[in-house]
Structures are given as C-alpha cells and as structure tokens.
C-alpha cells in the first residue's frame, strides 16, 4: 500500500477487452444500441413492403432401399442409407434435371421465371448455364428427419407456376431415373445374348450332328465295367467343369464391360476394393452436397467454399484410384476365368483325343452327345440370368414414388415480416455491436477500477462515487459551501471520504504529523474538490487541518469555500517575501473548526521557481509543528513540474483519478514519474465512479439507507446542528433550512 511498482512497459494488459468493459459499455451506450435495433428492423420492414410475393410449393417423394443386386446374385446392400438419400437429393438438384424440366414448361420464357428478354436461349451454353443456376436457386430438396421422404420445394412468383415445376421436375427425375438403370441393364443383357447366339449357333449344329450319328447307328449304350464308359464319365465331369468356368467367365466379361461403359454406376460389392470405392462415393457425395449448399447460400468467393472444393477434389482423386484398382481386378477376374476355361476347354481335347484313337464309333456318339449336354445347360443358365434380371452389374435396386404431389399454394412463403423485423434488428444489433467494439478498442479513457489498476498499479484507498443527484436535491443556498460531506454528511459519497481517512490513518509514517499531497493527472478530475472534503472529514475527528492551495497557476480552494476577500499575504507572497510569517497567510472556514486555509492571493509569474527556493519547506517544518494533518492542492502533475517539487517535501502522495476523465496512456506516464520517489507513499483516489460499480449498489437505495429517517436527513438533527458537533467533533452549528 505505500510504494509503487516498477512500470512494465511491454505488458499490453491495458488494451485488453474485458467482459466488464463489455457490459459497461453496454450499460452506457444501450439506448444508442436499442434504438440502432429499432431503425435497422424499421428499414428491413420498409424494404420486405417492396419485395414481390413469393410461393412454395411442395411435393413429397418416397424412397424405399431394397437389397443389392449383382452379378454373383441377391446379395446384403453394404452402402448407408443416408448416402443414397443424398445421391437421390443429388440427383434432383443435378443440371439436367433442371434443363429438361426447364425445356419442357418453356419457362425461360416465362415472365415469372426469368423477366430478362435477352437470356432465354437454353442451347446456348452461357444463358443455360445462368438460367440453370437461378432455376436450382429456387429449388430446394431436403430429406424429412426420422422419415424416407424427399421434400421436394420450389418458390415462385406465381403459385402455379411453382406447382407445376415441382411436380414436372419429380416426373423428369424418375424418368431418367429409370432410363439410366434400364440402359446399364440393357448393356449387360445385350453382351450376354450376344453370346447366347453363338451358343445357340453350337448347340443346334451339335444337335443335327447327334441325330445324324443316331440314326447311323442306332441306340447303343457300353456295359457298366467297360473303359469306354470311364471315359465318358470323366468327359461328363469335365463338361460340367467347363460349363462352370464358361458361366463364369461371361458373367464376369459383362461386369467389367459394364464398369467400363459405365463407370458411374454401383459396383457389385464381390469385386475386389468395391466396398471402399463405395464408401468413398458415399463421402464424395457429402461434399458436393455441402459445396452445392454453400455456393447457393453464400455465393462463389466464400472462403469455407473454397477450403470444401479442395476436400471434394481431394475425395475426387481417391475415388478415381479406388475406381481404377476396382477395374483393374475386374481385369484381372475376366483373366483368371478365360484360364480357367481354357485349360479345361484344353483337357476336354485332350479326353476327346484320346477316345478318337481306341474307342469305337459308339463312343464317339457318347462324346458328342455329352458336349451336346453340356451346351445345352450352359444356354439354359445364361438364359435364365438374362430373363430374369439377375445380373445388373451392382445396380441398386431402389423404388421411387410419388408420395404427394404439389399443390397450389395459398399463402405467400416470402416476405415474411416478423422474420424480416427479426433478421433487421439482428443487422443492427450486429452493427452496433461492432461499432461499441471499435469504440473500446480506440477509447484511451479509464472507465472502470480494474483499468486504473492495470494502468497503475498502485494501492487505491477510496472510490468516491458520482453524487450529482444528492448535491442537485439540496437546494443550495449562496451561503452554503458546495461540499458533499458539509450538505450530504449521511451519503454514500461522505463515507467514501470517510474510508479515505481512515485508510490515511492507517498507513504508517515515520514523523509525528502528516504533509499529504494530493494530484491528478490532467484538469477536470476532481483533485481540489476531493481536498477539501478530506480536509472537512480529518477535522471532524478534533484534529487540527491546514489547506494549502499550492496551485499557483489556477488557484481555487478560496473561491469554493467562498473565503471573504482579504489583504492578508498568501502562499505566492510568503514564498517570495522571507518577512512574511505564516500567520499572517491563515484564514479559518466559519462552517468547520479546525480547519485553516493557506490561500493564494496572487499568481506570480514563475511558479516553478517560487517553490523550488526553499521557502516551502520551511512552511512544511512550521506546518508540522502546528497541524495533526496539512493537506496541499497542488497542479496537475502531467502538465506542470510543480506538483512533483511539492511531493519532494511530503509524506504520502495521492492521485485523484477521475472515471470517463483521466486517460491510460497518461496514467503509464505517471507510473514513470512516480518511479523517480520509490520510497514516497502513495495512493489513489478514484473520483466519479458510477454507483453501480462501488459496494454502495449493493445496499439498493442507499440513499434511503445513509440519509433517511433516524440519521438526520441531509445531516442536520432536530436543533439544526450538525451530526457530531455535540459531542465535540467539531463542526459548529449549521444554519437552519427555511
């Protein structure tokens, strides 16, 4: 409490915005912050009164999930359903959905879609792809939570016109829909019949050559134990092995030359990395979602739009890997089964080699018809498979249908006034804010203790709070001083001058009596009018007090205690005349006993030098001798050296800072100064401070509390004498209120 810190001049602590300085400021400035409110949402509403009446008008599409369909037959599907929900949502929202749903309403040359003449052109690329842009921009394809449901919703100006291309644009999706599922359906059944005719081909030339051998020979069948009939056995077992690897070997030619032809479409899930490619198809299909909702909300330059281009090129590139391992090992499939049934088809000749070179004509026929067999089952699988969709290269099977079509709205989706009130006073709360922000982050000015304390660390003995309203409420007489601890000596800002004794009192001192000095940093602070209170509360407590008014610039203390005029010397001629006395200077303040006031009549010409030639510290040595406290006003310490001579000679230093007055940069530069007196005591005395923030808030009307019934109202008891003066504290009898 009685020296001050060494500056730090690298912390910047001072310029930090705390949440207190928030909510002061808040205090302070919230009329200009709710009225802000109030204007922006009154222009937003003027502004929602010019905007054209837009409809919504809403369809609702089921989508239900079925199994997988592949190659290798029924199978679980592995990919989540929200990932097909998206692609659907996709899917709706694609461009040529959206040009076709467009070519068919004519709607670019409709005036409540598109009111430009000049852009109307759906083949010329530029105008499409602008005309497609502003078409998904009033579309909007949502899924409903918790449900299968697609939301399907467009807005219009017209209400029929939105009816009509919501529900034009679920019958063009489901078409192509379709037509893309039916083509790569077609794709594979086509390569498969292809092959079916070559069989067909085989099987009808074997068939002739076997009735041709029949009727040559006759039936003729080979005993049980014979050579000839082991053989035919294992050209049996050898058919059935070839017609495997055969059925094997084009099921799997369609499905890489549908991944070829098709490389968009699903993978069946018994291709080798299909899983993963299908997963990250899934999360590739995220993204552009969330890249197409981005660009549509917040336009092409959005920062957040750019960094999810770069993931969805990223996913972009991992998709094209996976894709071409998937295809590769579909490659490599189509091989190893073209091994397989060339090696049997190799065995097969090799068995029929043999059974030419010792097996009768019997035996032949045998062969021939157990190839005739094995073709023939061969035709009958792949028939099967192509009749009945079996194969569809991974497609997913999934149903489509129109839950509920689009209606003709009768009430308007937009403008929508209480929203559009609501998003104005945001704006302008939102503006308001950030000017406050702007207004904190520029303002130098100490508002709170928390600031003084950062900006000063040095003890703070008293905060005085802002008492205008008592001091106004008094009615003050011309005879009355303008002091609150005389007209207010039961408000909340006499107690704080009160506080401010007592923490005086308890700082310890090496000398008998007590020289305070008291400051400020700049005019305009309070310093002379926090003198005089001390001066009143230290003489209260019987003490003897001496006011020096050592501001030899602007002098004040004898005009506010309204001091009578007077010939006597004061401070500037006893510093100059070594004959005068200090006695000679003195004059008394009827309304207190005690107190005794060192005035200044005149102002010389070089104070500085006045006080620096000794003759101050001789009235301080006179000054102990005869007062328990001499209390000096002195100038403001940044704009004169005089206050810092007069500290020289003093025990305690105060500095009187006012709140919404002093500055930060200029309480740093005091820190400065006062390093210079690293053993003076010294304090501050915070002046203003709103009563909210001082301990007096607590007590809620404290004015009640300190000045009501049973404490003398303002101060004067039944008889008109001050609280205290019966009982020797000092003050004389004060004059009765009329």
């Given at each position: 409490m009685t020296t001050n810190q060494p500056p730090n001049p690298g912390s910047r602590i001072d310029n930090a915005i705390q949440i207190s300085d928030l909510t002061r400021v808040l205090k302070k400035y919230g009329l200009y912050l709710l009225g802000g409110m109030v204007l922006t949402a009154t222009l937003a509403i003027i502004w929602g009164k010019f905007q054209p009446n837009l409809y919504d008008s809403v369809a609702l599409v089921h989508l239900t999930q079925h199994n997988s369909l592949s190659l290798g037959g029924m199978s679980e599907a592995s990919d989540d359903y929200s990932i097909k929900i998206m692609t659907q949502v996709i899917g709706m929202q694609s461009p040529s959905v959206a040009e076709e749903t467009m070519r068919r309403l004519k709607l670019p040359a409709n005036p409540n879609f598109n009111d430009s003449p000049t852009m109307q052109n759906l083949d010329d690329p530029v105008q499409r792809d602008k005309l497609v842009k502003k078409f998904l921009s009033a579309l909007s394809v949502e899924q409903k939570p918790k449900t299968e449901l697609l939301e399907v919703r467009f807005r219009s100006k017209s209400p029929v016109l939105a009816m009509l291309v919501v529900n034009t644009l679920?019958?063009?999706?489901?078409?192509?829909?379709?037509?893309?599922?039916?083509?790569?359906?077609?794709?594979?059944?086509?390569?498969?019949?292809k092959n079916l005719e070559d069989l067909r081909s085989k099987i009808q030339s074997e068939q002739s050559d076997l009735l041709n051998d029949e009727s040559k020979l006759g039936i003729h069948t080979t005993g049980p134990n014979s050579e000839e009939n082991l053989l035919e056995s294992e050209l049996m077992g050898v058919l059935q092995e070839g017609v495997r690897a055969q059925t094997t070997l084009y099921l799997a030619e369609a499905n890489y030359d549908n991944m070829v032809k098709h490389p968009e479409a699903a993978y069946p899930n018994e291709t080798p990395g299909a899983p993963a490619l299908n997963q990250l198809t899934g999360l590739l299909i995220q993204s552009k979602a969330q890249e197409a909702a981005l660009e549509s909300k917040y336009g092409p330059n959005y920062p957040l739009l750019q960094q999810q281009k770069a993931q969805t090129a990223t996913l972009q590139k991992s998709v094209d890997e996976a894709r071409q391992e998937a295809l590769n090992a579909a490659a490599q499939a189509v091989q190893a089964a073209r091994k397989e049934s060339e090696s049997i088809s190799d065995h097969l000749t090799s068995l029929q080699a043999t059974a030419k070179g010792r097996?009768?004509?019997?035996?032949?026929?045998?062969?021939?018809?157990?190839?005739?067999?094995?073709?023939?089952?061969?035709?009958?699988v792949l028939l099967a498979a192509v009749g009945t969709g079996a194969i569809q290269a991974g497609l997913q099977g999934q149903d489509l249908n129109r839950f509920t079509e689009g209606e003709i709205p009768g009430m308007k989706s937009y403008p929508v006034m209480a929203v559009i009130a609501l998003a104005g006073a945001g704006i302008g709360l939102v503006l308001g804010l950030m000017v406050i922000s702007v207004i904190m982050l520029n303002s130098d000015t100490v508002e709170t203790i928390e600031q003084i304390e950062q900006a000063l660390p040095i003890p703070i003995l008293a905060s005085v709070p802002e008492y205008k309203d008592e001091m106004a409420a008094m009615r003050i007489s011309e005879d009355s001083l303008p002091l609150v601890t005389l007209l207010a000596p039961r408000s909340a800002g006499t107690e704080a001058y009160r506080l401010l004794r007592t923490a005086i009192s308890l700082m310890p001192i090496s000398q008998k009596h007590r020289v305070i000095s008291l400051t400020s940093g700049g005019p305009g602070e309070g310093k002379s009018t926090t003198t005089m209170n001390l001066a009143?509360?230290?003489?209260?407590?019987?003490?003897?007090?001496?006011?020096?008014?050592?501001?030899?610039?602007?002098?004040?203390?004898?005009?506010?205690?309204?001091?009578?005029?007077?010939?006597?010397?004061?401070?500037?001629?006893?510093?100059?005349?070594?004959?005068?006395?200090?006695?000679?200077?003195?004059?008394?303040?009827?309304?207190?006993?005690?107190?005794?006031?060192?005035?200044?009549?005149?102002?010389?010409?070089?104070?500085?030098?006045?006080?620096?030639?000794?003759?101050?510290?001789?009235?301080?040595?006179?000054?102990?001798?005869?007062?328990?406290?001499?209390?000096?006003?002195?100038?403001?310490?940044?704009?004169v050296t005089d206050a810092l001579i007069i500290a020289s000679h003093c025990d305690t230093l105060l500095l009187v800072v006012r709140v919404g007055v002093a500055q930060r940069r200029a309480l740093r530069r005091i820190r400065q100064d006062l390093s210079k007196y690293p053993g003076k005591q010294t304090g501050i005395v915070v002046n203003a401070l709103p009563i909210q923030d001082t301990y007096y808030g607590g007590y809620g009307n404290y004015r009640k509390y300190y000045g009501g019934k049973g404490y003398g109202g303002y101060g004067y008891g039944e008889k008109g004498t001050y609280y205290g003066a019966e009982t020797g504290g000092g003050y004389i009898a004060a004059p009765k209120k009329k």
């Amino acid at each position: 409490m009685t020296t001050n810190q060494p500056p730090n001049p690298g912390s910047r602590i001072d310029n930090a915005i705390q949440i207190s300085d928030l909510t002061r400021v808040l205090k302070k400035y919230g009329l200009y912050l709710l009225g802000g409110m109030v204007l922006t949402a009154t222009l937003a509403i003027i502004w929602g009164k010019f905007q054209p009446n837009l409809y919504d008008s809403v369809a609702l599409v089921h989508l239900t999930q079925h199994n997988s369909l592949s190659l290798g037959g029924m199978s679980e599907a592995s990919d989540d359903y929200s990932i097909k929900i998206m692609t659907q949502v996709i899917g709706m929202q694609s461009p040529s959905v959206a040009e076709e749903t467009m070519r068919r309403l004519k709607l670019p040359a409709n005036p409540n879609f598109n009111d430009s003449p000049t852009m109307q052109n759906l083949d010329d690329p530029v105008q499409r792809d602008k005309l497609v842009k502003k078409f998904l921009s009033a579309l909007s394809v949502e899924q409903k939570p918790k449900t299968e449901l697609l939301e399907v919703r467009f807005r219009s100006k017209s209400p029929v016109l939105a009816m009509l291309v919501v529900n034009t644009l679920v019958d063009v999706y489901f078409e192509q829909s379709f037509q893309q599922r039916y083509k790569s359906t077609e794709l594979v059944s086509n390569f498969l019949r292809k092959n079916l005719e070559d069989l067909r081909s085989k099987i009808q030339s074997e068939q002739s050559d076997l009735l041709n051998d029949e009727s040559k020979l006759g039936i003729h069948t080979t005993g049980p134990n014979s050579e000839e009939n082991l053989l035919e056995s294992e050209l049996m077992g050898v058919l059935q092995e070839g017609v495997r690897a055969q059925t094997t070997l084009y099921l799997a030619e369609a499905n890489y030359d549908n991944m070829v032809k098709h490389p968009e479409a699903a993978y069946p899930n018994e291709t080798p990395g299909a899983p993963a490619l299908n997963q990250l198809t899934g999360l590739l299909i995220q993204s552009k979602a969330q890249e197409a909702a981005l660009e549509s909300k917040y336009g092409p330059n959005y920062p957040l739009l750019q960094q999810q281009k770069a993931q969805t090129a990223t996913l972009q590139k991992s998709v094209d890997e996976a894709r071409q391992e998937a295809l590769n090992a579909a490659a490599q499939a189509v091989q190893a089964a073209r091994k397989e049934s060339e090696s049997i088809s190799d065995h097969l000749t090799s068995l029929q080699a043999t059974a030419k070179g010792r097996t009768p004509e019997t035996v032949q026929f045998e062969i021939l018809k157990a190839q005739y067999t094995g073709d023939q089952t061969l035709y009958n699988v792949l028939l099967a498979a192509v009749g009945t969709g079996a194969i569809q290269a991974g497609l997913q099977g999934q149903d489509l249908n129109r839950f509920t079509e689009g209606e003709i709205p009768g009430m308007k989706s937009y403008p929508v006034m209480a929203v559009i009130a609501l998003a104005g006073a945001g704006i302008g709360l939102v503006l308001g804010l950030m000017v406050i922000s702007v207004i904190m982050l520029n303002s130098d000015t100490v508002e709170t203790i928390e600031q003084i304390e950062q900006a000063l660390p040095i003890p703070i003995l008293a905060s005085v709070p802002e008492y205008k309203d008592e001091m106004a409420a008094m009615r003050i007489s011309e005879d009355s001083l303008p002091l609150v601890t005389l007209l207010a000596p039961r408000s909340a800002g006499t107690e704080a001058y009160r506080l401010l004794r007592t923490a005086i009192s308890l700082m310890p001192i090496s000398q008998k009596h007590r020289v305070i000095s008291l400051t400020s940093g700049g005019p305009g602070e309070g310093k002379s009018t926090t003198t005089m209170n001390l001066a009143v509360v230290l003489a209260t407590q019987s003490k003897r007090v001496l006011l020096i008014d050592a501001d030899l610039r602007k002098p004040t203390i004898a005009q506010r205690l309204k001091l009578p005029p007077s010939d006597q010397p004061g401070l500037s001629r006893y510093l100059s005349d070594t004959t005068i006395t200090p006695e000679e200077c003195l004059q008394t303040v009827p309304e207190v006993a005690g107190l005794d006031v060192f005035p200044v009549q005149e102002i010389p010409p070089f104070p500085s030098e006045l006080l620096g030639q000794g003759r101050l510290e001789q009235l301080l040595l006179w000054a102990r001798d005869h007062y328990d406290y001499v209390l000096i006003d002195t100038p403001p310490v940044l704009l004169v050296t005089d206050a810092l001579i007069i500290a020289s000679h003093c025990d305690t230093l105060l500095l009187v800072v006012r709140v919404g007055v002093a500055q930060r940069r200029a309480l740093r530069r005091i820190r400065q100064d006062l390093s210079k007196y690293p053993g003076k005591q010294t304090g501050i005395v915070v002046n203003a401070l709103p009563i909210q923030d001082t301990y007096y808030g607590g007590y809620g009307n404290y004015r009640k509390y300190y000045g009501g019934k049973g404490y003398g109202g303002y101060g004067y008891g039944e008889k008109g004498t001050y609280y205290g003066a019966e009982t020797g504290g000092g003050y004389i009898a004060a004059p009765k209120k009329k």
